[in-house]
């Protein structure tokens, strides 16, 4: 049985990497295609060299485009490759537009698809992964859910229910196998934020999204919570390059401070500021995060990743595919109103956060479980 694992952006790495281990363990073929949607070093190598991964068996080389060209573009590719290596099966993962372009791919040339991380729904079509979602779902084979929102937003669309599995989050098993490693990093010792064994208070920063960066006033408008919620706590933020390339595009990056390298932080003045940095890899980012007196994000693997941690997320949009992350995890959505955003961060400063659970399934045992269902379903 030959089985092609996608993967084309930073989330997708950490996705596949329990993927991969257990179709190692059991010994079965699988190659790994790189779509190359993410293609800096430190949002695709990084990422292989952090998370063990070997590296990608085939590269597509897609890079950046609009939504069509670089959908049209891994569809082409990634149909030669399907040609040449005519797969039993093509495993998805997520929600990028790497996903939705190799399972169409896969599914015209009558290639089974299993989409990992399944049946998710912001209900927001104005989003791209909301239409990458639905799309991807209902051309797959195998849907793998992390919740039970999932499994109801596909029964709902029509989906059968002999194709949903519902086995828990990938990107958590991954948490889970790398979190002692991520705490030996020395990223909060460099950042200065430890001193003589002593943790700051900080909070830290991810933010990419076309509806919060690609509007100025937008994006001047977080900023400017930002930079208020600085003068209580630094604020750390490792940028993605669209939003770096944003900030300087509106002559807005004189909101932040950039530091080149980690340690000029203490060269650059007072701690009371937004610290833009380049993109930092998984053990760097888990660290840092983990340690967090509250994070906020527009980002979706982190409002899950906090809920696992325990860690405070504020998520600056106005919905979330991931209801079990606020219902049962630390999540908050408060959307992208500049006083929403500082009085939450504020509240949660000042009172913390009450109880939470761990969402069902998410132990660290999701990959193993999709194997199991897969080899099962396949093999016989
Ligand atoms: C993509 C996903 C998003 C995911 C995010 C994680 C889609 C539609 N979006 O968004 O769901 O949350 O990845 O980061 O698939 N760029 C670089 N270097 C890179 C990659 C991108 O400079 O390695 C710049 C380019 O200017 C590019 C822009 O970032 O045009 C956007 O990249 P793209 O892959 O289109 O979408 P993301 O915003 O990264």
New binding site residues.
Partial sequence: MKIVLVA????NFVKITPLWSELQKRGLDCAIVHTG????DK??KTFFKDLQLPEPDIHLGVG??S?AE?TGKIMIEFEKVCFRLKPDLVIVV??????AASALAAAKLCIPVAHVEAGLRSFDRSM??EI?RILTDHISDYLFTTCEDANKNLRQEGIPASKIFFVGNVMIDTLKQFFKLAEKSNILDELRLKKDGKLSKYAVLTL???SNVDQEEVLKGIFSALKRLSKRIPVIFPA???TL?RLKSFALDSMVTYVEKLSDRDLKGSEKNVWMMSPLGYIEFLNLMSHASLVLTD??GIQEETTILGIPCLTLRDNTERPVTVRDGTNMIVGNNPERILSASFDILENGLNGKRIPKFWDGKAADRIVEVLTAKLVT
């Fill in positions: 084309g952006a930073r989330p949607q993410h293609y800096d949002m695709s950046s485009g939504h670089q997520g929600d990028v537009n790497s996903t791209p992964e990458n990419h999204r076309p993605h390059p669209r390339e980002s979706g």
